[in-house]
């Protein structure tokens, strides 16, 4: 059982953990020098990575325990539910339709919001449909949401092979989930967005709990499951759709930080589950992030090697565990 006091020490190492990372982030192979105006602004420049990484890691987190609670399976995540599908459809859609010029080009708050209000918009589609109109259980509406993923990812890799190989190459570095391609000039949308959606899911942290005991057991302690199913669906398309767009997909990441989550924290309270693994999500890209960018030189493989690393750490809890 998780006792108070070893809670505060995991919190405060994590926190302690994150905050260097992120200062090495700032700081670290800066060519000019200590106090200057060069170094700040410099650093100022830094900071809004950082900002990325602090978003990227809330949403990522809170959303795939969050859905793993009311999914009652660990395996799950919601990329299952198509958001990365979609976002690769609709920029391989802008490269066929409009050319190079068009995928190449920075995005625009317009197109963000766009990107951002489609993917909620086909999420909560899809789970009103499915749950309060056609009353199907949540394992169908998963199957549903999975076929349509598969379609839209066919649908991708036609058009892809109809592009240009110079078109291609472009489409490709956009589609792959990375920190430093990520566009910083959104940031001050995607954040607000983030901590209201990720704010209202800790603030319902305890009907969380009582969900995670099953459907029969919450429905007799009081609760709408379908309801409360619903929108805690609305809130992780929100926060899937915000980091998605804003610095593309990374499927595993959520998967990853939420087991090592669930091994350290060895609680089922969400109070305390969603803050740690928030702070397991930032140190986990910041320190991928600073060993790639500063150490290895390898920048732009951030999104390739958390993908690696979560891939090995799903077949192998899948093997231990045996079924999904």
């Not at 859905?67 to 660990?74: A, C, L, V």
Request: charged residues 10%.
């Amino acid at each position: 059982m998780l006792t108070p006091s070893r809670y505060a020490t995991i919190m405060t190492g994590l926190v302690i953990t994150a905050s260097v990372f992120c200062l090495l982030i700032l700081v670290w192979n800066n060519p000019m020098p200590v106090g200057t105006d060069g170094f700040w602004l410099i650093a100022k420049r830094r900071i809004l990575t950082v900002g990325v990484i602090l978003v990227a890691a809330l949403c990522h987190g809170v959303a795939t325990v969050t859905f793993q609670t009311i999914t009652s399976n660990r395996i799950l995540t919601p990329s299952i539910i198509g958001f990365e599908a979609l976002y690769r459809l609709m920029h391989t859609s802008v490269a066929f339709f409009f050319g190079l010029g068009a995928i190449a080009k920075a995005v625009t708050l317009g197109e963000y919001l766009l990107q951002v209000t489609l993917m909620v918009a086909m999420a909560m589609l899809l789970y009103g449909w499915l749950l309060v109109w056609r009353r199907t259980s949540i394992h169908q509406m998963l199957l549903v949401g999975l076929i349509l993923a598969s379609a839209m990812t066919g649908l991708t890799a036609f058009m892809q092979r109809m592009l240009s190989p110079t078109a291609f190459d472009v489409l490709l570095a956009r589609l792959i989930g990375s920190i430093a391609n990520a566009d910083v000039e959104m940031l001050g949308f995607a954040a607000p967005i983030a901590m209201v959606a990720a704010g209202a899911i800790f603030f319902l942290a305890r009907t969380l709990n009582v969900m995670a005991l099953g459907r029969p057991v919450a429905i007799g302690l009081g609760v709408n499951y379908e309801r409360m199913t619903l929108v805690f669906l609305g809130l992780i398309s929100v926060l899937m759709a915000v980091t998605t767009s804003l610095i593309g997909p990374i499927s595993f990441l959520g998967f990853l930080t939420a087991m090592i989550t669930y091994q350290v924290a060895q609680t089922h309270d969400h109070r305390q589950l969603l803050p740690m693994v928030w702070l397991v999500s930032v140190v986990t890209l910041a320190g991928a992030y600073f060993t790639l960018r500063h150490l290895v030189y390898a920048q732009g493989s951030v999104g390739i090697i958390i993908e690696m690393v979560g891939g090995i750490f799903f077949l192998t809890y899948l093997l231990r565990k045996g079924r999904l």
